[in-house]
């Protein structure tokens, strides 16, 4: 049953990651052209690397819980 919900976290843990990237993504193309503003490719760029890092981190913290409860 351990490994089931192992395979399951992961897949879901991904579509979440990759779901939010592409939302990153599709606010971006959508933002981009309307507002000519300097800063805005940055804004998402910085919106980009966040979610990595928040992604990495839930990840690390849902592994090492896991761990521990084995």
Request: no cysteine; aromatic share 8%; net charge positive.
């Amino acid at each position: 049953m351990a490994a089931v919900e192992e395979v399951v976290g992961l897949f879901v843990a991904d579509w979440t990651q990759s779901l939010t990237t592409v939302a990153i993504l599709a606010l971006g193309w959508l933002a981009l052209p309307r507002f000519h503003v300097n800063g805005v490719a940055f804004v998402l760029a910085l919106a980009l690397g966040v979610q990595l890092v928040v992604a990495t981190l839930a990840d690390a913290r849902r592994k090492a819980r896991s761990a521990a409860n084995h």
